[in-house]
């Protein structure tokens, strides 16, 4: 699941694996919107997303890809007015 704010993007992986126990977050991670320089879906298959991560305090990146069982088309879409907002408002503060 992608959670999104204009104070960051925060990425929650769900284990629905087990139907049986609860959803509860296996991983939980939290990138702000800053550290994010790119975001997408595969043009030929929607079904992957994808984000590049720039690490805070070192000069390294990261890049994370997920599978969807439907189109993550939606979820880039989300994630870029996301940055609209934060940019706008980063505009508006500078």
Do not use: W
């Amino acid at each position: 699941m992608v959670d999104k704010s204009n104070q960051g993007l925060g990425i929650r992986m769900v284990d629905k694996s087990n139907p049986g126990h609860h959803e509860a977050p296996c991983h939980d991670y939290f990138y702000h919107l800053k550290h994010v320089s790119f975001c997408g879906f595969h043009p030929k298959d929607p079904r992957y997303f994808g984000f590049i991560t720039k690490h805070p305090a070192v000069q390294r990146f990261a890049c994370h890809v997920f599978e969807s069982i439907d189109s993550t088309r939606p979820v880039a879409e989300a994630v870029g007015r996301a940055f609209q907002r934060f940019y706008k408002k980063y505009i508006e503060t500078a």
